[in-house]
């Protein structure tokens, strides 16, 4: 067995990286243990020949003066990555003959596209606008959501300003619902628009996307705000939260694939793991930090040696009934620079059917992601993880070939590219991302930011055991690199409270 841990972190994505970085900085005995040979989980890269390939993630909020990143980078005394802002954040195709909606950093640019392009709906608008500001502020002071005791709920409270009881009677309400309240239900073009814009951050269309979610992400390209394209590639946030973990005393152990979180009689940890060659480890711990996705928990959690969960009945019910969230599509292609269109944005979205709307990222030129001249492009698109899952490997590489042809023909009817312009081409599924995450069914993104899943309603990073945290894209704010890094900041938190201390962000 290995030396006692105060801590153990399960995960080496953002969530747990900024985790066991906090912790680390704060003179706690952590090591943080990832399945893979390398950091990042979904923010991670890869390389294929000369070109880096981002595997999920594509863009970063949170690195403006007070985002989420921001602070804990300065608080942690690291330089922030070298990042180019997005402007437009994503130029939006609704493929109805239409012009392409430009989602500009400037709030009056962006003002004046949305008054051409959706005549009618201003006060839509100006109603998130109002409500991001409330929920802008109460995030600022770091609440805790959901409340699971009494120290969550003094943070909480200290959060709550008279803006956010003003806007509490909005907590059950979907964005369809502030469509409706403001007179704007009978603007489909509006409605084909926030449905694509949404589905990216919160899994789900208008209808049911939590309202006080969606006006926020619905303001994160415009200033003070903004989306941000890292050069190199989206490896560099792991590096720097993992330089930082090592700097202050802490570990990071890859290729240690978890297989069992004992819960023994002293209420302390027993870390089972394993290495591909099969070889065993043991790690004890007083306490866990836990970023994989909690459907794995039900699975992973027993009570000492026996096979029987250490999850309250009911804790453990909950997590096995969470619908599961998207897989993804992704095609990985390089190309010469000059066959993309002129001025092409770095992110663009087009709706369609068959295989469905495609989220676009194209590197810069001299951004570290290819060679002088030529450009990395990745194209995602959402699926149903099960389908893909249940397939034999026959079936599955079949439908992967039909895929692959089906999204790089959209690309070059779309785009103008030539058949025979790709340098390089392939496809990956949810069971690529399965073997390269770990997550269940390649599954990506959190917990679908339904009204009834959001916030005070959502799954708390405290869970009914003692000394078992949750941090991840399924937990409070949600998904993205910020909103993992905050969900991470909320954990240590309430671990170091646990233990008598505090930790406040500068």
């Not at 409330?134 to 805790?144: I, T």
């Not at 699971?148 to 806007?167: H, M």
């Not at 019910?317 to 897989?327: D, E, F, K, T, V």
């Not at 992601?369 to 194209?379: D, H, V």
Request: hydrophobic share 35%.
């Amino acid at each position: 067995m290995e030396p006692e841990q105060d801590v153990i972190v399960i995960g080496g994505g953002i969530a747990g990286l900024t985790a066991a970085a906090l912790l680390a900085h704060e003179n706690i005995n952590v090591t943080l243990l990832e399945a893979h040979h390398q950091l990042g989980g979904c923010a991670g890269t890869f390389r294929r020949g000369p070109y880096t390939f981002d595997v999920g993630a594509t863009q970063v909020a949170g690195l403006e003066p007070g985002g989420s990143h921001a602070r804990i980078f300065r608080h942690l005394g690291l330089v922030p990555p070298d990042a180019e802002q997005l402007d437009p954040g994503c130029v939006v195709d609704l493929a109805d003959g239409s012009a392409p909606i430009h989602l500009w950093h400037d709030p009056d640019r962006w003002h004046q596209e949305r008054a051409h392009q959706f005549p009618g709906s201003e006060r839509f608008w100006a109603l998130c606008s109002w409500l991001h500001q409330q929920n802008w502020a109460f995030a600022g002071h770091d609440p805790v959501l959901p409340v699971r005791n009494g120290w969550d709920l003094q943070r909480t409270l200290k959060a709550i300003g008279l803006g956010t009881l003003a806007s509490s009677p909005f907590s059950l309400m979907s964005v369809a619902d502030l469509l409706r309240l403001c007179g704007c239900a009978d603007q489909p073009r509006l409605r084909r628009f926030l449905d694509l814009q949404l589905r990216l951050y919160s899994q789900e269309p208008s209808e049911r996307t939590a309202a006080l979610y969606g006006a926020t992400v619905l303001q994160m390209v415009q200033a003070p705000l903004g989306l941000w394209h890292l050069h190199g590639s989206m490896q560099v946030l792991s590096e720097l939260l993992a330089s930082a973990i090592r700097r202050d005393g802490g570990e990071v152990s890859l290729k240690r694939r978890v297989t069992r979180l004992e819960r023994t009689k002293t209420n302390h940890w027993i870390v089972h793991g394993q290495e591909r060659n099969g070889t065993s480890h043991q790690w004890r711990c007083q306490e866990l930090i836990c970023s994989l996705p909690p459907q794995c928990l039900p699975a992973l959690v027993t009570q000492g040696d026996s096979q029987r969960s250490a999850l309250p009945a009911h804790y453990g019910n909950r997590l096995q009934s969470l619908q599961a969230p998207s897989g993804a599509l992704v095609l990985y292609g390089a190309l010469d620079r000059s066959l993309l269109p002129h001025d092409c944005p770095l992110h663009l979205q087009r709706d369609g059917e068959d295989p469905g709307s495609l989220f676009v990222s194209v590197s810069r030129d001299g951004d570290g992601r290819a060679p002088s001249g030529q450009a990395t492009l990745i194209a995602s698109v959402f699926t149903d993880p099960r389908q893909w899952a249940e397939l034999s490997e026959p079936e599955h590489q079949k439908r992967k070939r039909k895929t692959l042809e089906t999204m790089r023909s959209t690309l070059e009817s779309w785009l103008g590219i030539p058949t025979q312009g790709w340098n390089h081409l392939e496809l990956s599924t949810p069971r690529a991302f399965a073997h390269w995450t770990g997550r269940p069914q390649g599954i990506v993104g959190g917990l679908g930011q339904h009204p009834h899943h959001f916030g005070p309603f959502g799954l708390a990073s405290r869970t009914p055991v003692p000394g078992l945290w949750l941090c991840g894209d399924s937990i409070y704010p949600g998904e993205g690199t910020a909103g993992v890094s905050l969900s991470a900041l909320m954990a240590c938190q309430q671990l170091m409270a646990r233990r008598g201390s505090s930790l406040r962000l500068g």
